[in-house]
């Protein structure tokens, strides 16, 4: 399946294209600093097959918080809803993805949310298999079934480069460990959550993965249910309220769809019923969005009346 490049969305893209000269690559991963930050691509899907693209839709980049929406759902697919929210809430934040202030100001020490990395680590700490290679094969397969490529696979430099750096994400997981929301060797748990952070990928298949979650858990051209409806749904719902860290009520005002981004400069959003979208934008706004790619969703938001509200 490919993409045809589009006219329309290249003049879009054109025009956001100018706003990554006042972003910065991510660079407290040390592998992400190689990226270009004036890169910019993006892929729409359509629940048709049809598929719109402008940019360098090679360009690779890893999924990094986007994981966290798959994570969520394999978690709850795992578990069932009660379980998991009874280790991680339903509440945005307003504070930085990495921050640790709200787990010391709640007692118990429980994750406000799953976007966020105390929530994600939670989460990933639910998914099941009988050791962590298992349980990040899990994973993958989940990413091959959503984006229907089998060849997806991770990168070894990236997670390696996080897993060396982690000192934050460790402390937030022994933090938990304290309260005893997470009971496995921190350690493993570093290790499999930098190897989901760092599963690697393209635009056409994030917006692949975004078309799923917009038709409520069905990939369209085959008609496949690749998850329950009332999982896609509470997964848009958190992408929608936290899915952009603490720029999400913003992004909900100007944009309106369900998003999730990620450092590596990656968007995903779902327009509900209609479309998945997929954008690699590597130069970061200071709240670790992707400048160019918010700006670009912005204008494609206004000029096809996506929002949902
Ligand atoms: N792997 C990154 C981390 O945990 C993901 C964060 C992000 O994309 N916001 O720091």
Same mark, same amino acid.
């Given at each position: 399946?490919?993409?045809?490049?589009?006219?329309?969305?290249?003049?879009?893209?054109?025009e956001?294209?100018h706003? *990554?000269?006042?972003? *910065?690559?991510?660079?407290?991963?040390?592998?992400?600093k190689?990226?270009n930050?004036?890169?910019?691509?993006?892929?729409?899907?359509?629940?048709?097959?049809?598929?719109?693209?402008?940019?360098?839709?090679?360009?690779?980049?890893?999924?990094?918080?986007?994981?966290?929406?798959?994570?969520?759902?394999?978690?709850?697919?795992?578990?069932?809803?009660e379980?998991?929210?009874?280790?991680?809430?339903?509440?945005?934040?307003?504070?930085?993805?990495?921050?640790?202030?709200?787990?010391?100001?709640?007692?118990?020490?429980?994750?406000?949310?799953?976007?966020?990395?105390?929530?994600?680590?939670?989460?990933?700490?639910?998914?099941k298999g009988?050791?962590?290679?298992?349980?990040?094969?899990?994973?993958?397969?989940?990413?091959?079934?959503? *984006?229907?490529?089998?060849k997806?696979?991770?990168?070894?430099?990236?997670?390696?480069?996080?897993?060396?750096?982690s000192?934050?994400?460790?402390?937030?997981?022994?933090?938990?460990?304290?309260d005893?929301i997470?009971?496995?060797d921190?350690?493993?748990?570093?290790c499999?959550?930098?190897?989901?952070?760092?599963?690697?990928?393209?635009?056409?298949?994030?917006a692949?993965?975004?078309?799923?979650?917009?038709?409520?858990?069905?990939?369209?051209?085959t008609?496949?249910?690749?998850?329950?409806?009332?999982?896609?749904?509470?997964?848009?719902?958190?992408?929608?309220?936290?899915?952009?860290?603490?720029a999400?009520?913003?992004?909900?005002?100007k944009?309106?769809?369900?998003?999730?981004?990620?450092?590596?400069?990656?968007?995903?959003?779902?327009v509900?019923?209609?479309?998945?979208i997929?954008?690699?934008?590597?130069?970061?706004?200071?709240?670790?969005?992707?400048?160019?790619?918010?700006?670009?969703?912005?204008?494609?938001?206004?000029?096809?009346?996506?929002?949902?509200?």
């Amino acid at each position: 399946m490919s993409c045809q490049s589009s006219e329309e969305l290249n003049e879009l893209l054109l025009e956001a294209k100018h706003y *990554t000269k006042y972003g *910065t690559v991510a660079d407290y991963i040390p592998a992400l600093k190689k990226a270009n930050p004036h890169d910019l691509s993006a892929a729409i899907y359509y629940p048709d097959g049809t598929c719109l693209s402008a940019g360098d839709i090679q360009q690779k980049m890893t999924l990094q918080s986007i994981s966290k929406v798959l994570t969520l759902a394999l978690a709850l697919m795992d578990c069932g809803e009660e379980s998991v929210f009874h280790k991680v809430g339903y509440e945005p934040t307003g504070d930085p993805f990495h921050s640790i202030l709200k787990l010391e100001l709640n007692n118990p020490s429980k994750p406000l949310n799953p976007m966020i990395n105390a929530g994600a680590l939670a989460v990933t700490h639910m998914i099941k298999g009988k050791n962590i290679e298992e349980r990040f094969q899990r994973i993958l397969h989940f990413v091959h079934e959503l *984006t229907g490529n089998s060849k997806i696979t991770y990168s070894q430099e990236v997670a390696k480069s996080e897993f060396e750096t982690s000192f934050i994400n460790r402390s937030l997981c022994y933090y938990m460990k304290q309260d005893g929301i997470i009971t496995e060797d921190v350690e493993e748990l570093i290790c499999l959550y930098t190897k989901q952070c760092a599963i690697e990928l393209d635009c056409f298949d994030l917006a692949r993965i975004g078309v799923v979650f917009a038709m409520d858990g069905v990939e369209p051209m085959t008609g496949k249910r690749l998850l329950p409806a009332d999982i896609a749904r509470l997964c848009k719902t958190f992408m929608v309220t936290c899915g952009m860290y603490n720029a999400s009520g913003e992004f909900a005002s100007k944009v309106g769809i369900p998003a999730k981004s990620g450092v590596s400069g990656g968007i995903m959003g779902a327009v509900p019923n209609r479309l998945g979208i997929g954008v690699f934008g590597p130069a970061l706004d200071h709240k670790g969005n992707s400048i160019a790619g918010v700006k670009l969703l912005e204008m494609l938001s206004k000029k096809y009346s996506w929002s949902m509200f």
